[in-house]
Every structure is written in structure tokens, then in C-alpha cells.
């Protein structure tokens, strides 16, 4: 071998070993993070830029750790759900999932063993105190805390397209009747818009204003009524909230059954609906596509009536990380991420004494709202019925859209009723 040639090997033996160590030291600096697997449906804009908050925060404070961001994208968690389940049967859950308030929490999973009790995590950030107590029953069983709420809906909010209102002179004062709404819907028609922007390419979408149509036929009493049996589903009132549902499907867009909710909503920012009914994750929608042209409006009959439900995260048994995802609660409970979470995902905060000067005039309506109507749980969003009456109901909705037969779906929630137990 010639003295260059050794020479050669000599000096490219050095620089492997000098590469080695750099990648060794490389290795040592940059630790891996430990991951915290969050589960939720949020993927649309307002949602999204929500999450990403209560992540970075989580991330800022926690630098040992990272959050993952496991949305599976569907309104409502009409995707996640069924993977949430597949994966909490078979053992795999992910660190915390988005579970709402009500039965969906405590039917679905705690009742059932899956969750773990939350009274640390509640004494360590002092959420006894912060959340009201009407929130801490909804989210306790046994004596115990199993979520955390990280902000209040609201269901019944009727949105709309200023600009396209008033090119049709409709007086928006005059939606809070079924009457009034169905006046300005011919208008609107004749005009050549589609009235109501509907999406219920996932059915949770029809059964969300078939709820809302529901509280405004009945009022909060005997809405509330349904849900532990004493108003009755075979009686006039539910024909009749069955009637003024027929009658506001007959003014949706025609390509509902092909569209998503925030898709619908698209329709409203484009003018090419007017309206749309929709819980008020619908202003999420528009901080996020800066849509500045929209209105809201109580829909009808349901001035002073708050059709509610929460997001809330909990710590499933067998979480692999199980003490960093108690600091993610905390996170999710404290001023700072319901603050900055609220803002952008379109709901008020599940605490008491966050500072709504910094939110804008709709939640700043909403937080005003929540503190003097009628608080009424959301039937779509969990909080009303247990998981598989909620089921049963959904499926008589999605048939009624397109049959609108009353009495069918009438005999159908009837017996929705009976079978979950609920009605004699
Ligand atoms: C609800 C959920 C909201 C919003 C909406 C549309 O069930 O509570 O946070 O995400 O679905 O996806």
C-alpha cells in the first residue's frame, strides 16, 4: 500500500470517530421528551387554535414532556368516539381524551371502571373553588372528581349573515318565534338564498337542532322533563316540536346531507345561506377564517332558555403517563389556558373568575347568559342521555329527515324512551 494511500485511511478513521462522538454529544443534548398522548375531535380552525393553546402552555411549563395531538377529525367526535372506544377496550387508551360533561363521562366511562378519580389533581390546583357547583356535581360520582371542564357551550345560538339580512330587510328581532323565523325563511327563499345552512353529513347534526327546536317548543321545564320521564313523548308538545322541525327542514340548503357543520357554516360567511343553528363553536369558526359580517340571535323560543354542554378531559386507568397528564389537567384547569383556550375555540370558561373584557361581544353575551337563564343539558353533546338512548334517538332523527313522517318518529322516541329505561 502506498505511504498516501495510508495515509488516506488513517485521516478518514480519525473523522469517523470524530463524527461518532459529535453524534453521541448530539444525542446527549437534545434528551427525547416524554410524549402525553391528548385525544380529541378538534381539528376545524377555531377548535384547532384552541387546543394548540392549552398544548403550548403544557409544553412551555413541562419542557421534560410534549404533548401529542391526537384529533381525529369528525364534529361532535363522530369519528373519535369509536376509536376512543376501540382503544379503551383493548387496553391501548391514549394519556387524556376529551369526554363531555354528563352522561357521556360517567355512564359511558367511570360507572363502567375505565377512569381514574381526580380528587389530587382537584385539591393540588384548587379546583374546588374555582369551578361553579352546579359543574362539580355534573362531574363527580361517588364522591369524587373523574374530568376536567375546560369550558361551557352553548347549543342554541342562531348565526347569521348581517349583510344578507339586511339586503332582504329581514328585522332579525323577529327569529325568536317559529312564526317570525318561518317569515323571514320565505323571504329568504324567494330571494333565491337558503335560509338555514344545515351540515348533517354526521346525523348529530340534525338531532343538535331537532334538541334545540325541542327547548323552544317545549321551554327548559319540560324539556328537562324528557330526560328523567316525567314530560311525556307521546304527548302534543313533542308533535308539535316534531311540526316546527318539519317546518325548519324545509328551508335548509340542499346539500346538507353532504356537508359538515363547518361547512355549513361556509355557506352563511359566503352569503349563500342566511342562517345557520349551531352550537357556538360556530364563532371559533369565524375568529379563525376572520369572518367579522356574522349576527347571532336566540333561535326560536328559546330566549332565556341555555341549551349547555362542556368539554371536559380525563385521566383513563392505564394511561402511560399518568403524573404528566395530571399537570395537563392542571393546565386545562387553570385562569391562563381556559383564558386563552375560550377565546378562540368560541366558548365561555367552566371557571368562575376569568376576565371577559379581554373575549369578544358574543361570549361576552354568552357569560352573561349562562349566569341568569335556564341552564338545559345538550341532548347531541352528551349531557343529557346516557350513550345508547342518545344513540336510538339519533337514529329515529336521521329517518325522520328524510321521511318527516311525525308519527313514526314520535312511536320511535317513544319507545327510544322505553328501552333506555327512562319511560314506562
Ligand atoms: C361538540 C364539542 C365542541 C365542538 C363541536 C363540533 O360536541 O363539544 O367542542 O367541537 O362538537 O365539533
Known amino acids: 500500500m502506498s505511504q498516501s494511500r495510508r495515509r488516506m485511511i488513517v485521516v478518514l478513521g480519525v473523522m469517523t470517530v ?18 402525553v398522548e391528548v385525544f380529541s375531535w378538534w381539528t376545524t380552525g377555531g377548535e384547532a387554535a384552541g387546543l394548540q393553546k392549552l398544548m403550548d ?31 379503551m377496550l383493548g387496553g391501548d387508551p391514549p394519556d387524556s381524551f376529551q369526554v363531555h360533561m354528563g352522561h357521556e363521562l360517567i355512564d359511558t366511562w367511570v360507572t363502567t371502571d375505565y377512569m381514574e378519580p ?72 324567494a330571494a333565491g338564498i337558503a335560509p338555514l345552512a344545515l351540515g348533517d353529513n354526521g346525523p348529530w347534526a340534525a338531532v343538535h337542532l331537532f334538541e334545540v327546536v325541542a327547548a323552544g317548543t317545549l321551554g327548559a321545564d319540560k324539556y328537562k322533563g324528557l330526560w328523567d320521564g316525567t314530560t311525556d313523548w307521546a304527548g302534543a308538545d313533542v308533535t308539535a316540536a316534531l311540526e316546527n322541525f318539519t317546518m325548519m327542514l324545509g328551508y335548509v340548503n340542499s346539500d346538507h346531507a353532504a356537508l359538515s357543520w363547518d361547512q355549513a357554516n361556509q355557506l352563511v360567511i359566503d352569503g349563500k345561506a342566511a342562517m345557520t343553528i349551531m352550537g357556538d363553536w360556530v364563532d371559533g369558526d369565524y375568529v379563525a377564517k376572520k369572518f367579522t359580517g356574522f349576527g347571532w340571535a336566540s333561535p326560536p323560543g328559546t330566549k332565556g332558555i341555555y341549551d ?21 389537567l392542571g393546565v386545562l384547569g387553570s385562569k391562563q389556558g381556559q383564558e386563552a383556550f375560550n377565546i378562540l375555540k368560541g366558548s365561555i370558561c367552566a371557571r368562575k373568575d376569568c376576565d371577559y373584557s379581554k373575549f369578544d361581544a358574543y361570549l361576552q353575551s354568552s357569560a352573561a347568559d349562562w349566569s341568569k337563564d335556564a341552564i338545559v343539558p345538550s341532548l347531541a353533546h352528551g349531557a343529557a342521555a346516557s350513550e345508547g338512548w342518545t344513540t336510538s334517538i339519533t337514529d329515529v332523527i336521521a329517518a325522520f329527515v328524510t321521511s ?21
Request: aromatic content about 8%.
Open 404 to 424: 318527516q313522517d311525525v308519527a313514526a318518529a314520535q312511536a320511535g322516541l317513544v319507545q327510544a324512551c322505553k328501552d333506555a329505561g327512562i319511560c314506562k
Open 57 to 87: 402552555q403544557f409544553n412551555a411549563e413541562n419542557p421534560k414532556y410534549e404533548v401529542i395531538n391526537a384529533a381525529v377529525a369528525g364534529g361532535a367526535g363522530s369519528n373519535a368516539k369509536a376509536v376512543l372506544k376501540t382503544r
Open 308 to 328: 349547555a354542554l362542556s368539554d371536559t378531559f380525563g385521566l383513563p386507568k392505564k394511561a402511560k403517563q399518568a403524573e404528566a397528564t395530571k399537570m395537563f
Open 118 to 189: 381526580l380528587d389530587d389533581v382537584y385539591s393540588k390546583y384548587g379546583l374546588n373553588d374555582v369551578f361553579p357547583q352546579g359543574v362539580l356535581d355534573i362531574v363527580s360520582y361517588n364522591g369524587h372528581p373523574w374530568s376536567v371542564p375546560v369550558n361551557i357551550h352553548r347549543a342554541n345560538v342562531l348565526w347569521f349573515n348581517k349583510s344578507v339580512m339586511e339586503a332582504n330587510g329581514i328585522d332579525t328581532a323577529t327569529l325568536s318565534t317559529f312564526d317570525g323565523w318561518q317569515a323571514a325563511a320565505e323571504k329568504l327563499k
Open 18 to 35: 470524530f463524527m461518532l462522538v459529535l453524534s453521541a454529544c448530539g444525542t446527549a443534548t437534545a434528551a427525547p421528551k416524554t410524549q
